[in-house]
């Protein structure tokens, strides 16, 4: 897998900070591109963080939403349908509904749909402050 370093954890405080809440999917618009279709619930401060950014993604079978990558923000990443295969820190992993990924800041790691249906997954990444 190739290794591409990328940060979208917005810490722009000009963002808006996250409110008390729910943000409903039907109000999102999804960036869809090579069979992905990602939907960002949140990307900016918090209370406790400069900068988290949240969402889903659908992927197609054979899909991938980019290559393997690094970023300085530690993440969370949630299957809820589909299988696939997850790469974190050198070791590939077949994973179905319920695995969840963990990575720390700067650890090449990936997804890709190895199914014949759509693999849903959910992220969180988060900058803490003064980092």
Avoid at 104 to 111: D, E, K, S, T
Wanted: aromatic letters at 6%; glycine letters at 12%.
């Amino acid at each position: 897998m190739a290794d591409k370093n990328q940060s979208v954890v917005d810490v722009d405080a000009a963002a808006g900070k996250l409110r008390d809440g729910v943000i409903d999917l039907r109000a999102l618009t999804a960036d869809t591109r090579n069979g992905c279709r990602v939907f960002v619930h949140y990307n900016g401060p918090t209370d406790q963080l400069s900068g988290m950014c949240t969402g889903m993604a659908v992927l197609d079978p054979g899909a991938s939403p980019h290559p393997p990558h690094r970023h300085p923000e530690e993440e969370f990443l949630i299957v809820a349908d589909g299988t696939g295969e997850i790469e974190c820190d050198g070791k590939t992993t077949q994973v179905g509904p319920g695995a969840v990924m963990y990575c720390a800041g700067n650890v090449l790691h990936g997804i890709v749909n190895t199914g014949p249906v759509p693999l849903t997954f959910y992220w969180s990444k988060w900058m803490a402050k003064g980092v």
